[in-house]
C-alpha cells in the first residue's frame, strides 16, 4: 500500500528521489593571507591583463585555432547531444509505419489441398515502450546527464584559460630567452675584445701566458652561452607554435621584458574564488550530477511501467486498407517488479552513494588546491617585487665594480683576473636580473590563472564570458532548443 501511494503521489504531481543537494563547505579559512608578505586587494577596477599588443594578438590566434581547445569544444557539444539524447526519454516516441505482405502457402498447410495465396496490408501509427517516469528514474538520468555536459563546459572555460596563460608565459620566456642571447652576445664581443687586449699585452710583455689562458676561458664560456640562448630561443618559438596553432613570426616588435607588460591582478575572497574559476564550478557540477545518479538508483527499487499502443488500419487487400471497419487498435502495458535481483540494485546504491562521497571530495580539493594557488601568487607578487629591486641594486653595483676594474687594469694597477672576476659577476648579475622578471611576470600571470581569469581580458579579446551564474541557464536553454 506504501508504495501503490507513492506511486499515485508521484504520478499526480511529480516525483524525484534524489537527495536534497547542499553545497559542502570549503574546507578553506574566509579570507586570504593578509600582512607580511601578502598583498591586500587595493583595487576592484580590472584592468586589461596584457598590455603587450604581439602577445594580444597571439591568444586571440589561439584561442581560434588551438586544436587541444578545439576538442575541449568538440567534447562539450557530444556532452550537449547526450543530454539532449537522454532528455528525450522524457517523452513518448511517437512513429508510423506500414507494411505489406503477400505468401504463398501449399495445399497441406491450408487444408484444402490446394495452394494458396494470402496478402494483408496496415498501416499504424503509435508508441513503443514508454516508461511512465512514476519514481523519477528517466528525470534523475536526464539531470545527471544535463549537469554532466555543464560540467563538460566548464572544463572548456578551464582549457580557455589554462590556454591564455601558456601563451601568455611561452610568449615571456621567448622574450626573456631573446633577452638572455642579446645579453651573451654582448658579454661574447667584451670579452673577444679584452682577449685580443690580454694577447696583445702578452706580446708586449706586460701580461702573462696565465692571464691569456684566463681570458680565452671567458670568451669560450660565455660562446657556450649564446649557443644554450640560441637553442632556448628556437624551442621557445616552436613551443609558442604549437600553443598558437599556427605560424608565428620570429620578427615579431616587441617591448623590453618590464613589469608593466602584465597588469596587477586584484585578489577576491574565496566565494569570489566559488564564482569565477571554472575547474571548481566543474567539480560541482560533477557533484551535482552524482547527486542525480543517486536518485536513479534509488527508483530502481520501485515498479516501472511501460507502455505500448498503436492505432491503425488494416486490410487483405490494398484498396481497403482505409476503408471502412478496416480500424485496429493495440494497448499493452507492462509493468516490471523487481523482486530478487541478488543484491545488485543495493550495490548499485551503494556505488552511487560513494561516487557522490568521491565527487565532494574532489570538489573540496579543487577549492583547497585554487586557495593554495592564490595565497602563493599573493606572496609571490610583493616578494618579487622586492627581489627585483635587491637584484637591480645588485647589477647597477656589479657594474661600477666592472667599470672600476676594467679602469685599474688598463691603467697597469691590478692584474686581469680582478677584471676577469668584474665581468663575470656583471654578467652572472644580468642574467640574474633577466631571469627573475621572467618570474614576476609568470607569477602575475598564474595570479590571473588562481582567480577565475580577468574577465576584462577575456571581453577586450571579443572572448566575453557570461557572468557564471547564467552560464548554466544560458547552455540549458541552448541545449533544449536545439
Given at each position: 500500500m506504501r508504495t501503490l501511494t507513492l506511486a499515485l503521489a508521484c504520478l499526480?504531481?511529480?516525483?524525484?528521489?534524489?537527495?536534497?543537494?547542499?553545497?559542502?563547505?570549503?574546507?578553506?579559512?574566509?579570507?586570504?593571507?593578509?600582512?607580511?608578505?601578502?598583498?591586500?586587494?587595493?583595487?576592484?577596477?580590472?584592468?586589461?591583463?596584457?598590455?603587450?599588443?604581439?602577445?594580444?594578438?597571439?591568444?586571440?590566434?589561439?584561442?581560434?585555432?588551438?586544436?587541444?581547445?578545439?576538442?575541449?569544444?568538440?567534447?562539450?557539444?557530444?556532452?550537449?547531444?547526450?543530454?539532449?539524447?537522454?532528455?528525450?526519454?522524457?517523452?513518448?516516441?511517437?512513429?508510423?509505419?506500414?507494411?505489406?505482405?503477400?505468401?504463398?502457402?501449399?495445399?497441406?498447410?491450408?487444408?484444402?489441398?490446394?495452394?494458396?495465396?494470402?496478402?494483408?496490408?496496415?498501416?499504424?501509427?503509435?508508441?513503443?515502450?514508454?516508461?511512465?517516469?512514476?519514481?523519477?528514474?528517466?528525470?534523475?538520468?536526464?539531470?545527471?546527464?544535463?549537469?554532466?555536459?555543464?560540467?563538460?563546459?566548464?572544463?572548456?572555460?578551464?582549457?580557455?584559460?589554462?590556454?591564455?596563460?601558456?601563451?601568455?608565459?611561452?610568449?615571456?620566456?621567448?622574450?626573456?630567452?631573446?633577452?638572455?642571447?642579446?645579453?651573451?652576445?654582448?658579454?661574447?664581443?667584451?670579452?673577444?675584445?679584452?682577449?685580443?687586449?690580454?694577447?696583445?699585452?702578452?706580446?708586449?710583455?706586460?701580461?702573462?701566458?696565465?692571464?691569456?689562458?684566463?681570458?680565452?676561458?671567458?670568451?669560450?664560456?660565455t660562446r657556450a652561452s649564446v649557443a644554450r640562448y640560441q637553442r632556448q630561443v628556437a624551442q621557445d618559438l616552436n613551443n609558442l607554435t604549437l600553443l598558437v596553432g599556427t605560424a608565428v613570426d620570429a620578427d615579431l616588435p616587441a617591448r623590453p621584458l618590464t613589469a608593466d607588460l602584465v597588469a596587477s591582478v586584484p585578489a577576491g575572497l574565496p566565494s569570489d574564488l566559488l564564482q569565477r574559476r571554472p575547474d571548481i564550478l566543474q567539480a560541482e557540477y560533477q557533484l551535482q550530477a552524482a547527486n542525480a545518479n543517486i536518485g536513479a538508483a534509488r527508483a530502481a527499487f520501485f515498479p516501472s511501467v511501460t507502455l505500448t499502443a498503436n492505432t491503425g488500419s488494416a486490410s487483405t487487400e490494398l484498396s481497403g486498407l482505409f476503408k471502412g471497419g478496416s480500424g485496429t487498435w493495440t494497448f499493452q502495458p507492462q509493468i516490471n517488479l523487481p523482486i530478487f535481483n541478488a543484491g545488485s540494485l543495493r550495490a548499485s546504491l551503494d556505488y552511487a552513494k560513494l561516487q557522490k562521497d568521491i565527487s565532494v571530495a574532489q570538489y573540496e580539493k579543487a577549492i583547497q588546491t585554487a586557495f593554495q594557488e592564490v595565497a602563493d601568487g599573493l606572496a609571490a607578487r610583493q616578494t618579487y617585487t622586492d627581489q627585483l629591486a635587491a637584484q637591480r641594486d645588485f647589477v647597477a653595483a656589479n657594474q661600477v665594480y666592472y667599470d672600476l676594474a676594467q679602469h685599474r687594469y688598463r691603467s697597469g694597477v691590478d692584474s686581469n683576473l680582478t677584471f676577469l672576476d668584474a665581468q663575470r659577476s656583471l654578467f652572472s648579475s644580468q642574467q640574474a636580473l633577466i631571469v627573475d622578471q621572467l618570474a614576476q611576470l609568470v607569477a602575475q600571470v598564474r595570479l590571473y590563472t588562481a582567480l577565475g581569469g580577468a574577465w576584462g581580458v577575456d571581453q577586450q579579446l571579443g572572448q566575453g564570458l557570461a557572468p557564471v551564474e547564467n552560464v548554466g541557464a544560458g547552455l540549458l536553454a541552448k541545449a533544449v532548443g536545439q
Open positions: 499526480l504531481g511529480g516525483c524525484s528521489l534524489i537527495p536534497h543537494y547542499q553545497r559542502p563547505a570549503a574546507p578553506v579559512p574566509e579570507q586570504f593571507p593578509q600582512g607580511g608578505v601578502y598583498t591586500s586587494t587595493v583595487t576592484t577596477d580590472w584592468q586589461p591583463l596584457f598590455h603587450e599588443p604581439a602577445l594580444q594578438q597571439l591568444i586571440v590566434d589561439a584561442l581560434h585555432n588551438n586544436r587541444d581547445l578545439r576538442v575541449a569544444a568538440l567534447n562539450v557539444e557530444a556532452f550537449q547531444a547526450q543530454y539532449r539524447i537522454q532528455r528525450a526519454d522524457l517523452f513518448p516516441a511517437v512513429s508510423a509505419s506500414a507494411a505489406g505482405k503477400r505468401q504463398k502457402l501449399p495445399g497441406d498447410v491450408t487444408g484444402t489441398g490446394q495452394s494458396a495465396i494470402t496478402s494483408s496490408y496496415s498501416a499504424t501509427l503509435g508508441l513503443s515502450a514508454y516508461e511512465l517516469d512514476l519514481f523519477g528514474r528517466v528525470r534523475s538520468l536526464s539531470e545527471q546527464a544535463m549537469l554532466t555536459y555543464l560540467g563538460t563546459e566548464q572544463a572548456r572555460r578551464s582549457a580557455q584559460l589554462s590556454l591564455v596563460a601558456n601563451v601568455a608565459n611561452a610568449y615571456l620566456t621567448w622574450r626573456a630567452d631573446q633577452e638572455l642571447l642579446a645579453l651573451a652576445q654582448q658579454t661574447l664581443a667584451a670579452d673577444d675584445h679584452s682577449l685580443r687586449l690580454t694577447q696583445r699585452s702578452k706580446s708586449a710583455g706586460k701580461a702573462s701566458a696565465l692571464e691569456v689562458v684566463q681570458a680565452r676561458t671567458s670568451v669560450e664560456s
